[in-house]
């Protein structure tokens, strides 16, 4: 039923209907001002007009110096803090943890709590690593050992670092890259008593700096070496040869660190044994493969909310990593070109649907670029001038020198920062290529990397450091080792229970019909997963 409307008091009903006639005047007086009034909006023409022939003022105005771009601190999204809140660098500051240590360089000390709670939170994962820390914990294999340790900082790095400690070790550490460092992760560790060096968004002296501290200290003198890209081991080779000659041992676990080791090597320069764990099973096919098979996309999305559904995209390189990253590129819809120089994987591309180009064959055409190769000027200066406008270059790759960034430091190109590890970089023409991470691993500086998978490549480096360290003299030479087979075999089994997984185990006359031990090792070395 509806209600009728509501009488206006005697002697009240002329006084609203003035009130009224002035509320509307009020109104559309105001409409009219607003009609009337300059326009000081840029509509879509306009902003178009604008985004293609940015004048020299406007670009001036809104973007970074060269400088400024290559090394102010953003924070990842897998950071809790913005590192761009305080300008004043860690060196400058002097800083203790609640011990009375100020025995480390971090982002800022206080940020130890947030930090505690992500190593809580990778440890929940992390099963296998914390078992081999407790199955071990009381034999203190490491007691004595003085590692020097250069990594990304992340959460997980941690749960591997404390693992160390907990089994005898003193560790110094520094970051292998000077955007993948989680400041309150480095700020637990610091506070854990851990000497540790390094902060989201160092600059290129800083990062050698941070390398020094680790290993020119009085009173201490490092004799194992954990090392992620070889910096490190370059570092100490160079600057400090009576250091490295007292070595015992280095385990290093990426593609251009191993690369360096074999080049020392085979110059005769390699005078400590050292552990290649990056050609370790349990390294390459999970954390080559399946980690970077997630984490492309997670990088990918974070930076620049592409959809990659019928985008065409280049990936350079077909080793476990890129086959980790086409493979998740196909199941997203996206046309993927790959770029080879073995014939081998090159037709491993060819039988897993991939079309095997030269880069100057579709550079023209692609929408985003990925390089994981693992070598130098992959993407040149040439290349990119011929890229077409909001082209998204990236490098999943451990160094920086995959893609040509320096070629792009020119006063004819202009930078800008559009948001944390993203930078648009504007030919004079308006034409603007997004460069991600600054040609940096893209993965561990704009995203994170799965737990999970960094487990097993952290028992794996665990064992091997371990190995090296009691070893009996002579079982390793001034040479280059893969990880024994049987050791991958263990950190896989560690993993195993994870998923409830259980193994069949060989009869007494199936191990004999086989020539293997009930136990393993079950592949001889040369086996290729």
Not at 58 to 82: K, M, P, V
Not at 494 to 502: I, R, T, V
């Amino acid at each position: 039923m509806s209600m009728p409307d509501a009488m206006p008091l005697p002697g009240v009903g002329e006084e609203l209907k003035q009130a009224k006639e002035i509320e509307d005047a009020e109104k559309y007086s105001f409409m009219a001002t607003v009609t009337k009034a300059p326009k000081k909006i840029q509509f879509a023409d306009d902003m178009q007009e604008f985004s293609r022939f940015p004048t020299k003022t406007g670009r001036r105005s809104l973007s970074r110096s060269i400088s400024q771009s290559s090394t102010d601190s953003y924070s990842s999204a897998a950071s809790y803090t913005d590192s761009s809140d305080d300008e004043v660098s860690p060196r400058e500051k002097q800083q203790t943890n609640s011990k009375g240590s100020s025995t480390f360089c971090v982002k800022n000390i206080k940020q130890a709590e947030f930090g505690r709670r992500e190593i809580e939170i990778a440890e929940q994962d992390m099963s296998a690593l914390i078992s081999l820390r407790k199955r071990a914990q009381g034999e203190k294999p490491l007691a004595g050992a003085k590692i020097v340790g250069c990594t990304h900082i992340t959460a997980q790095t941690a749960v591997l670092i404390e693992t160390l400690c907990a089994l005898g070790a003193q560790c110094r550490w520094s970051a292998c890259n000077i955007y993948s460092t989680q400041n309150e992760v480095a700020a637990a560790l610091a506070e854990a008593g851990v000497a540790v060096f390094a902060w989201k968004g160092e600059s290129e002296d800083d990062f050698w700096w941070c390398i020094d501290r680790c290993v020119n200290m009085d009173g201490w003198q490092a004799n194992m070496i954990l090392d992620d890209g070889g910096d490190l081991t370059h570092w100490v080779y160079k600057k400090y040869p009576n250091v490295f000659k007292k070595i015992r041992g280095i385990v290093e676990e990426s593609v251009t660190g191993v690369h360096r080791l074999y080049q020392l090597s085979k110059a005769g320069k390699l005078c400590v044994p050292a552990m290649n764990v990056n050609d370790s099973v349990t390294k390459q096919k999970f954390d080559n493969l399946y980690c970077c098979r997630e984490s492309i996309l997670d990088g990918l999305k974070r930076t620049t909310d592409v959809m990659f559904g019928g985008k065409q995209v280049v990936v350079c390189g077909y080793g476990e990593v890129g086959k980790g990253c086409c493979a998740a590129l196909k199941a997203l819809g996206a046309i993927v070109y790959i770029t080879e120089i073995d014939p081998i994987c090159a037709l491993q591309a060819c039988m897993d649907g991939f079309r095997v180009v030269k880069l100057n064959e579709v550079i023209r055409q692609v929408d985003v670029v990925i390089t994981c190769t693992g070598n130098k000027n992959v993407v040149t200066r040439e290349h990119l001038d011929r890229m077409k406008n909001s082209c998204i270059v990236c490098n999943m790759g451990h160094s920086n020198t995959e893609i040509d960034v320096t070629s792009l430091r020119t006063p004819e190109l202009t930078w800008e920062r559009v948001r944390s590890q993203v930078d648009h970089v504007i030919w004079p023409d308006g034409k603007r290529v997004v460069l991600l991470a600054e040609g940096r691993l893209l993965n561990l500086s704009c995203s994170t990397v799965p737990t999970f998978v960094l487990s097993i490549t952290a028992t794996t480096q665990a064992l091997a450091l371990i190995e090296l360290y009691n070893a009996p003299e002579g079982r390793y030479k001034q040479d280059v080792y893969l990880l024994p087979k049987k050791m991958d075999e263990y950190v896989a089994s560690l993993h195993l229970p994870s998923f409830d997984a259980h193994l069949t185990e060989l009869t007494d006359d199936q191990a004999k019909y086989l020539g293997l031990n009930k136990n393993g090792p079950f592949k001889p070395n040369y086996y290729r997963y």
